[in-house]
C-alpha cells in the first residue's frame, strides 16, 4: 500500500488480467482492419465547446458528467467524455473529406472520462473501440459497422448480446414525430425535470429508465409510423443487407440518440448478464454532426464499444480467452559465469522471436523454478558452472518434466522446432 489509490469510480489493469483488455481490443478493431479502417488518435482533451456541441447541451453528458477545466492560458477545455466529436473534428481539420475518397473509415481506441455515479459497469475512466464512416449515405455502409460489431463479439466467443435497431427519421419526417411525441409527453403526470426535457428533447424522454415513466409511455407515438418514405426504403434495406448477412436484431421503436443530429439509422448492443448496466455498445448515423460543429454537410455513421463492460460481458458468460503464453521460455543461471553466458542466450532467443525471461537478482535454483512455474513458460534453460565446462546447458519441458543436456550453439534450434 502506498498513500496513495486510484481516484474514486476509476481501476488499474494489471497482469495477468489486463491480457484481456489488449485481447477484446485486439478482437474488436481485427474486423475493422480488415474493411478498411484506418487508425486514428485524437487527444485526451478538445475545447469543451466541441463537446457542448457535438454530443449536444441538452444531454447528461455534457450538463452532468463533463470534466471541464480552465487551463493557465484560459482555455476552456474537457477531458474526452466519448470519440465521435473529437475523430470528425480532427477529419475535418486535415481536410480528410476533400482528398475525394469518400467515405472516411477511422477506427480508435482509447481512454474516454465522465464523471458518473461510480458502479459496476460505470466508472469516471473507461475505454471505449470505436469506428466512424464519414462523408457517405449508404445503407451499406450502416449494415457494415453492425456486421462488424457483430463479428467482434462473435469472434470473442460472446452469444448473449441482442443487437436493438430503429430508424430515427431525417429532417424531414423527424419534426413530425418530435412534435407528435411532444404533444403526447405534455399529457402525462412527468416529474418538472422530465416536463422539462420533453420540451428540449422530447425522445430522450423514451429512454428514461425508471418503471413508473415507461409504464405511461405505453401508447406513445411510435418512430417507425412517422417515417417518410425515403427513410423507410433506408432503414428496409438495411435491415435486408444485415438479415442476408445472418445478423440476428431486434426491432426496437422506443431506442433513441437524444440528439438532433442522429438521424435514421440507430443501433445499440446489449448483453443480458450486465444487470442495470447492459448496454455493452452503441452507435449510429449522425447526418447532421458534421454542420453542428462547423463543417460541410457529411453524413456519417459510427459505433463507439465499452472494453469494460465488454469484459464483465466474457465474465458474466463464463468466457475464458486463449491468450497466447506470455512466456515460452525461462532461463536460469547458477552462478556468475552462467548469468552472462545465459543472459546472452535469452537475448538471441528473443531476437529469434521467442518470448523468453531470466532470472534476475541472483536467486538459487528453488526461488528460481519458482519464478519459471508462475512465468507459464513452457521450458526452462538451466545452466551452472559444469554444464557450462561441457558446453551445454540442461533443457526441461515444463508440461512432460522432461530434460536433457543440449549443446549451447543449438539452443535456439532446438527451442524453434520444439515451438513449432
Ligand atoms: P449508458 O446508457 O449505460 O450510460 P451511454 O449511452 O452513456 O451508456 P455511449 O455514450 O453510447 O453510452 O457509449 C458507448 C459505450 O461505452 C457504452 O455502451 C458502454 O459500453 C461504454 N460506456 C459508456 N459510459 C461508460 C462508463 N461510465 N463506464 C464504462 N463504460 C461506459
Ligand atoms: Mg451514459
Known amino acids: 500500500m502506498s498513500t496513495f489509490q486510484a481516484p474514486k469510480g476509476t481501476y488499474d489493469l494489471l497482469p495477468p488480467n489486463s491480457a484481456t483488455y489488449l485481447a477484446v481490443r485486439e478482437a474488436i478493431s481485427a474486423p475493422l482492419k480488415n474493411s478498411g479502417y484506418g487508425y486514428v488518435e485524437t487527444p485526451g482533451f478538445e475545447a469543451v465547446e466541441l463537446f457542448a456541441r457535438g454530443v449536444g447541451e441538452s444531454t447528461d453528458i455534457v450538463t452532468k458528467e463533463m470534466y471541464a477545466f480552465e487551463t493557465k492560458g484560459g482555455d476552456k477545455l474537457a477531458l474526452r467524455p466519448e470519440g465521435t466529436a473529437s475523430v470528425l473534428r480532427a477529419a475535418l481539420e486535415a481536410n480528410l473529406h476533400k482528398a475525394g475518397n469518400l467515405p472516411v473509415k477511422l477506427w480508435y481506441s482509447g481512454s474516454y472520462y465522465r464523471y458518473e455515479r461510480p458502479q459496476k459497469g460505470r466508472y469516471r475512466h473507461f475505454s471505449q473501440v470505436g469506428a466512424e464512416a464519414i462523408g457517405a449515405e449508404d445503407p451499406a455502409l450502416d449494415a457494415e459497422l453492425i456486421i462488424l460489431a457483430d463479428q467482434a463479439y462473435r469472434s470473442l466467443g460472446l452469444r448473449n448480446f441482442r443487437i436493438l435497431l430503429n430508424s430515427l427519421g431525417d429532417k424531414e419526417c423527424r419534426p413530425v414525430y418530435r412534435a407528435a411525441l411532444q404533444e403526447f409527453l405534455r399529457g402525462l403526470d412527468l416529474d418538472e425535470e422530465t416536463l422539462r426535457r420533453a420540451e428540449i428533447n422530447p425522445l430522450r424522454v423514451l429512454d428514461d429508465k425508471r418503471a413508473d415513466v415507461q409504464k405511461q409511455l405505453t401508447g406513445a407515438p411510435s418512430m417507425p409510423d412517422y417515417l417518410c418514405d425515403a427513410c423507410t426504403a433506408y432503414h428496409k434495406e438495411v435491415r435486408e443487407l444485415l438479415d442476408a448477412a445472418g445478423v440476428v436484431y431486434e426491432d426496437d421503436a422506443k431506442l433513441v440518440r437524444g440528439l438532433d443530429y442522429y438521424t435514421r439509422t440507430t443501433f445499440e448492443f446489449v448483453h443480458d ?12 448515423r449522425y447526418d447532421g454532426l458534421s454542420e453542428m460543429i462547423g463543417g460541410p454537410s457529411l453524413p456519417s455513421v459510427g459505433w463507439a464499444l465499452g472494453v469494460d463492460r465488454t469484459v464483465l460481458a466474457l465474465e458474466a458468460e463464463g468466457v475464458d480467452l486463449e491468450l497466447p503464453a506470455t512466456t515460452s521460455v525461462f532461463a536460469v543461471p547458477l552462478g556468475e559465469e552462467a548469468r552472462r553466458v545465459l543472459f546472452g542466450k535469452v537475448t538471441e532467443l528473443r531476437k529469434a522471436g521467442i518470448a523468453t525471461d531470466f532470472s534476475y537478482g541472483g536467486k538459487g ?10 512465468s507459464g513458460a513452457r ?25 536433457g543436456p543440449v549443446a549451447l550453439d543449438a539452443v535456439l534450434e532446438t527451442l524453434k522446432a520444439k515451438l513449432g
Request: net charge negative.
Open 365 to 374: 535454483l528453488k526461488g528460481a523454478m519458482k519464478n519459471a512455474n508462475r
Open 273 to 284: 448478464g450486465l444487470g442495470s448496466q447492459s448496454a455493452v455498445g452503441g452507435g449510429g
Open 379 to 403: 521450458f526452462t534453460l538451466v545452466a551452472g558452472e559444469r554444464d557450462l565446462a561441457d558446453g551445454v546447458v540442461q533443457l526441461k519441458d515444463m508440461e512432460s518434466g522432461e530434460q
